[in-house]
């Protein structure tokens, strides 16, 4: 998958700040528990793409990552697309990348998927 390493409060504090512009009305408990039962709604909202989404990546040997970053000894992140069919179909364009990349302030990487992290939870 390509995408960002990401904590969970991050997620789900960003995820929080894109449903509330996008939803004036809803209210501040709704609005974190559908931004922790689904982030990747808010995301895909906000920057117009059909693919982002979440899921555990297995670190790779010498690859630092912070500690908050880490779930259960995998990192969280924040993918772009995965090597699934029907991801890849979705991918978004380069210009939505670079927009993304710009708000994460870091560039994308390739990880190795570990399972999705709803699958965890």
Known sequence: MYGYAISQKWLDDTARS???ELHPDLSETKARTNARANPSYSFNKT?????????????????????EFIVD???L???IFNDQPDSYRRR???TQVDELTRFMGRE????????????CR
Not at 47 to 67: E, K, R
Not at 108 to 119: I, K, L, R, T, Y
């Open 18 to 20: 894109f449903l509330a």
């Open 47 to 67: 920057f117009h793409t059909q693919s982002l989404s979440t899921a555990y990546a297995i670190l790779p040997p010498g690859h630092a990552v912070p500690a």
């Open 73 to 75: 000894g995998f990192a």
């Open 77 to 79: 992140v924040l993918y």
């Open 92 to 94: 978004p364009t380069q």
């Open 108 to 119: 994308p990487q390739w990880w190795v998927d570990a399972m999705p992290a709803s699958f």
